[in-house]
Structure formats: structure tokens, C-alpha cells
């Protein structure tokens, strides 16, 4: 008898982290990657990263940016310390879809980094902000790791159903520095640096 294939699981998307317990009574600190940070709670239940624990979650404050939680199950400081490193997933299908010129970061990794010749610089990797603004993190084929501002400017074109993400790289951006000079390079330049210096 024939074995269906079983149904691919639902893409899901990274919603916060828990950043360590708060109080006795097993809230937690979360940063949340939702655009209100208090909006953590309005899409059910999250779950770790391979989908097997999960939780209701509700919100019951804020402090200092952060998003103080409840976890179901979690319930005193020693639980809630456990958890610390969490990341929170839900199905992106839970998610509202994105506006024009807006990206859930889970839809963007792995797509395909290149310019606007075609050639391909690696992959996306991971989006990052550094206070500046945010920046993508493009992984080469032999791992060399490139940050890219995601400005409109550098980052023009996003295609989700072929897979890619255009880059316009900032002037220097992928120039590779200079071999450094061999050993005999070094000696004359040396001896000839003297050659100057001397009456």
C-alpha cells in the first residue's frame, strides 16, 4: 500500500526571543520582532523553533522596550529562567499579509543575493539592525560573510517568487583589498625607503 507524502509544514516566522524570566511568578522578558512589540500575543499560540513545545502567550506589560509575558506551563522564576534563548515562532500563515514595499525577514532568507547583471554574490542570511538603520547579511558561496544596507537605493528590487534580492552595493562594498606584498616586494621596498633616507 502506498504512503502519502506527508504535508510540508507551514513557514514560520521568528516573533521574539525570550531575554530571561521577570519576577517569581514565571513571566518573562521577550524582545519582540512584531511591529508593535505589544502585538506579540495577537496571533495564538508560539512555539519553539522545531514546532514540538508550545504556548499561549499573553502579554501583561512592558518595561523599558522589552515585552513582559505569561507562557501557559510557565509557572515560577525557575521555569521562566530555563527559557531564557528562546526564540517564539507562529505560522506565518497567522500573519496578516505584508504591505507594498514590506518583508516579513523570514520570507527574505535564503533568497538569492545578485546584482543587477545577474551575478550572484550568495545568500541572504539574515537581517540585522545596528542602530543605524537595518542591514542585510549576504553569505558567499565560500562563506565570506557582507552586510548591505537595506535602503531602497542598495537593495532595489525584491522578487519572492523567483527566489531573489537585488543589490546595488555602495561604492567599495565588494572591492577586494590588495595581496599583500611577498617577502622580496618588502625587502626592496625597505631598501629603497633607506636609498631616500640616506645624506
Not at 516566522?13 to 506579540?40: E, M, N, Q, W, Y
Not at 522596550?65 to 500563515?93: F, I, T
Request: charged letters at 20%.
Amino acid at each position: 500500500m502506498a504512503q502519502s507524502n506527508p504535508t510540508p509544514p507551514a513557514k514560520r516566522l521568528c516573533v521574539g526571543i525570550v531575554t530571561g524570566p521577570h519576577g517569581i511568578r514565571g513571566a518573562v522578558r521577550v524582545k519582540s520582532f512584531t511591529a508593535d512589540p505589544a502585538d506579540i500575543d495577537a496571533y495564538g499560540p508560539v512555539s519553539d523553533e522545531s514546532g514540538t513545545r508550545r504556548f499561549a502567550i499573553r502579554v501583561v506589560g512592558m518595561v523599558k522596550g522589552v515585552v513582559l509575558a505569561e507562557l501557559d506551563g510557565v509557572a515560577d522564576r525557575n521555569a521562566a529562567e530555563a527559557l531564557k534563548g528562546l526564540h517564539l515562532y507562529v505560522d506565518r500563515d497567522q500573519l496578516p499579509p505584508a504591505d507594498e514595499d514590506e518583508f516579513y525577514h523570514a520570507d527574505l532568507l535564503g533568497l538569492s543575493a545578485r546584482l543587477e547583471d545577474g551575478t550572484v554574490l550568495g545568500n541572504v542570511t539574515g537581517l540585522y539592525d545596528f542602530g543605524a538603520g537595518e542591514s542585510v547579511e549576504i553569505t558567499g558561496p565560500t562563506g565570506h560573510v557582507t552586510m548591505v544596507p537595506f535602503t531602497k537605493s542598495a537593495v532595489p528590487a525584491i522578487d519572492l517568487a523567483a527566489g531573489t534580492l537585488t543589490i546595488v552595493p555602495p561604492a567599495g562594498l565588494f572591492d577586494k583589498p590588495a595581496p599583500p606584498a611577498s617577502l622580496e616586494e618588502q625587502e626592496a621596498a625597505a631598501a629603497e625607503a633607506l636609498g631616500h633616507a640616506a645624506p
